[in-house]
């Protein structure tokens, strides 16, 4: 059974840093892609940041400079460094994870909850 935890959320100003993390558990596949998606109150989910397994990564936009995503796959786990954060950075925080050639991501964590106060 494939299972993600996250932590490392909290509450912090803005200008503040924060480092989630993420613990995969149950996984076989050699090859994935991963990710952290963020959902803030009142509006859709919305991918952060993905690595795949060969090691390249994407970011959104909104995020491009001040998140930095990585992996640890001797820990199986995945990190999202958050710098530069902004109060329109609050939101919960996933991490997903599915092999290569699914459509979507199959499988998420429960999610850590940002806040960044202004």
């Known amino acids: 059974q494939v299972q993600l935890e996250e932590s490392g959320g909290g509450s912090v100003q803005a200008g503040g840093s924060l480092k989630l993390s993420c613990a995969v558990s149950g996984y076989r596949y050699s090859k994935y892609s991963m990710g952290w998606f963020r959902q803030a109150p009142g509006k859709e989910r919305e991918g952060v940041a993905t690595i795949e397994s060969n090691g390249s990564t994407n970011y959104a936009e909104s995020v491009k400079g001040r998140f930095t995503i990585s992996e640890d796959n001797a820990k199986n786990s995945l990190y999202l460094e958050m710098n530069s954060l902004k109060p329109e950075d609050t939101a919960v925080y996933y991490c997903?994870?599915?092999?290569?050639?699914?459509?979507?991501?199959?499988?998420w964590g429960r999610g850590t909850q940002v806040t960044v106060s202004s």
């Open positions: 997903a994870k599915k092999p290569v050639g699914w459509a979507d991501f199959g499988y």
